[in-house]
C-alpha cells in the first residue's frame, strides 16, 4: 500500500529533534555519537545531515562503513515521525558507492515506499559536497511496527525507568502510539 503521511506528522522544513538523548544516531548526549539532525520533508520523506568527525574512522582519515549505515539507519527511523508509529529496523541493506572523508558533511535523503501491514519499506540515500551531490551511500531497509512493550521487555532495566521517569520521554512515546 502507498505510504500516508499522518495528519499530526510534523510540518515540512521543521527539525525534529532526538527521539532518545542518548541515542548514539540523533542523540545529544554522546559526545561520539553522530548527532544526526533530521527534518520532516515532503510526503512521507526526511532529510538529514552528520559531519563525520575523527571518532568515526574505519580507514585512516576516512568513515568507517557501520557508522555510515548508522546514519542511513537512523535517517530512515526518523520516518516514523511522519507515520507516528513505532517501529524498528528488520532489514537494511547498504550499498557504499565511495570512500566518505573524515569531516564531510553527508547530505542524506530518506522515504517510505510501502507500508503492508506491520511491514514498512523504504529506502535512503547519502550524498557528498551538498544536496545535489554525488551519492556516496544508499540503502533499502524493512522497519517492522512495535509497540512501547518492545522496548519496555528487552531493554536494560536502568535505563527503561530512567526512561520511563522523564516526562518529555513519556510524552514523546505516547505520542506514538496508536492503541496504547
Ligand atoms: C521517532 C523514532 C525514531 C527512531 C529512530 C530509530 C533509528 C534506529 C532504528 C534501529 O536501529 S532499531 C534497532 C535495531 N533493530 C532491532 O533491534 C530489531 C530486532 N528484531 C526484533 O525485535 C524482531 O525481529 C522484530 C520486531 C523486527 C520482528 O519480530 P516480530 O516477532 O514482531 O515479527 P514477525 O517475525 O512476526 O515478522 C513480522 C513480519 O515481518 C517480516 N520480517 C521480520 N523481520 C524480517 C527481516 N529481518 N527480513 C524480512 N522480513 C522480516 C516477517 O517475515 C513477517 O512478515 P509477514 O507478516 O509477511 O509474515
Given at each position: 500500500?502507498?505510504?500516508?503521511?499522518?495528519?499530526?506528522?510534523?510540518a515540512p522544513g521543521q527539525l525534529l529533534g532526538a527521539h532518545y538523548g542518548e541515542c548514539f544516531g540523533c542523540g545529544g548526549l554522546q559526545p561520539h555519537g553522530l548527532h544526526l539532525q533530521a527534518r520532516a520533508g515532503e510526503g512521507v520523506s526526511i532529510t538529514a545531515e552528520f559531519t563525520v568527525q575523527p571518532a568515526h574512522q574505519g580507514a585512516p582519515g576516512l568513515a568507517h562503513g557501520g557508522v555510515l549505515a548508522t546514519a542511513l539507519d537512523e535517517t530512515l527511523g526518523s520516518l516514523n515521525w511522519l507515520l507516528r508509529t513505532i517501529a524498528v529496523t528488520g532489514r537494511l541493506e547498504t550499498d557504499f558507492v565511495r570512500p566518505v572523508p573524515v569531516g564531510t558533511t553527508l547530505h542524506l535523503e530518506a522515504e517510505v515506499t510501502a507500508?503492508?501491514?506491520r511491514k514498512i519499506y523504504s529506502r535512503a540515500t547519502g550524498r557528498v559536497?551538498?544536496?545535489d551531490g554525488p551519492v556516496a551511500v544508499r540503502a533499502e531497509a524493512l522497519f517492522i511496527e512495535v509497540k512501547v512493550d518492545h522496548f519496555v521487555q528487552h531493554g536494560r532495566e536502568e535505563e527503561i525507568q530512567a526512561a520511563m521517569n522523564d516526562p518529555d520521554q513519556v510524552r514523546r512515546a505516547r505520542a506514538f502510539e496508536v492503541n496504547p
Open positions: 500500500m502507498k505510504p500516508v503521511r499522518h495528519p499530526d506528522a510534523p507500508v503492508a501491514g559536497g551538498g544536496p
